[in-house]
């Protein structure tokens, strides 16, 4: 089965996590990729961290800032990105970086290793994520209340304020799945704070691009107290 994979790109209409009026949909303008979420992450990288076991099971919320080249003040080149990991007894936060040389134009190549920084957070027991359901006043596609989604750049906008309070200033990301007869929609955040960290996933699936912004979200959200934190570096071999 063909699926085209796009993640959030593309101008916004208004400005990062202003909270939308919940009378209409909202909306993000995707571009296609190749990975979403968490596979966004180099492969070196994630086989590390299982490795060292600092990632392990199923995340409830994952994802990645997609590595990018960056000139530094002596005109040198580097790859940095950063990516979260989180589920219940344990989130994650990390950095990657590795040294870049040009070849040519916009052409960049790797002379070195992954150098991956970052906290594991160790989180306490609180039984398992709390499961709810939303979707737009007027029943979405054709309801009294439908019209043209309201685009915005952060993913947050895509739920209910009240839902993503607890994670907003913190890190989240949306991709959507486009399969034959199904469109399939992820939001997910996490935020982590002195004390406590927040998870939060949100799905929803339609049968059409048209009809996926009037789909009801299953949404699962955890919030646990940080019981111990510790840092970790490595390079990737």
Excluded: K, N
């Excluded at 007894?89 to 970052?118: H, K, Q, S």
């Excluded at 699936?205 to 789909?215: I, K, L, M, T």
């Amino acid at each position: 089965m063909e699926i085209a994979r796009s993640t959030p790109g593309g101008p916004p209409s208004v400005p990062h996590g202003r909270g939308l009026d919940r009378r209409g949909p909202a909306a993000v303008a995707y571009v296609e990729a190749d990975e979403v979420g968490f596979e966004a992450v180099p492969l070196a990288v994630r086989r590390e961290l299982e490795a060292r076991r600092l990632i392990d099971g199923e995340p409830l919320a994952a994802s990645c800032d997609r590595p990018r080249v960056v000139r530094r003040a002596d005109a040198s080149y580097e790859q940095r990105g950063s990516a979260w990991w989180g589920r219940a007894g344990r989130a994650v936060v990390l950095d990657l970086r590795r040294e870049m040389a040009p070849r040519g134009g916009t052409r960049f190549a790797p002379t070195g290793a992954w150098r991956v920084t970052g906290t594991l957070h160790h989180l306490g027991s609180v039984g398992e994520p709390e499961l709810s359901t939303w979707a737009f006043e007027g029943g979405g596609v054709g309801g009294a209340r439908s019209g043209a989604p309201v685009m915005s750049d952060d993913p947050l906008d895509l739920l209910p304020p009240d839902v993503v309070a607890p994670v907003r200033g913190g890190q989240s990301d949306a991709w959507r799945d486009i399969a034959p007869h199904e469109v399939c929609e992820w939001v997910e955040a996490l935020r982590v704070t002195r004390d406590e960290a927040y998870l939060l996933r949100a799905t929803r699936v339609a049968d059409s691009v048209e009809r996926v912004s009037g789909a009801t979200w299953t949404i699962a959200t955890l919030m646990a107290p940080i019981t111990r934190s510790e840092s970790f570096s490595f390079p990737t071999s």
